[in-house]
Nanobody, 115 residues
Framework: QVQLVESGGDLVQAGGSLRLSCAAS????????MGWYRQAPGKLRELVALITSGGNTVYADSVKGRFTISRDNAKNSVYLQMNSLEPEDAAVYYC?????????WGQGTQVTVSS
């Protein structure tokens, strides 16, 4: 059973930075892609960033140049470094892992950005 636990969400002023973490357990973490998603009130959940097992990355246009996704396979963890935060980045951030059997989501961590 895969379990994902996010942490690092907080209230930050616009222009500030946060680092989100997601710890995974119960699976062969290193061989699967990991993603960060976010959902703001009244909006659909959207992809923020994705990292493959080989370290290739994909970003939403809205966060390119500001956010960086990374992973530490030795720690079964994926991270999202968020810089130059904007009020539009405020949302609940979720990490997702996809393995042979399906998708797994964490419980989410709240990011609030004050203008």
């Amino acid at each position: 059973q895969v379990q994902l636990v996010e942490s690092g969400g907080d209230l930050v002023q616009a222009g500030g930075s946060l680092r989100l973490s997601c710890a995974a357990s119960g699976s062969s973490f290193s061989i699967y892609p990991m993603g960060w998603y976010r959902q703001a009130p009244g909006k659909l959940r959207e992809l923020v960033a994705l990292i493959t097992s080989g370290g290739n990355t994909v970003y939403a246009d809205s966060v390119k140049g500001r956010f960086t996704i990374s992973r530490d396979n030795a720690k079964n963890s994926v991270y999202l470094q968020m810089n130059s935060l904007e009020p539009e980045d405020a949302a609940v951030y979720y990490c997702k892992m996809t393995d042979t059997f399906g998708d797994y989501w964490g419980q989410g961590t709240q990011v609030t950005v004050s203008s």
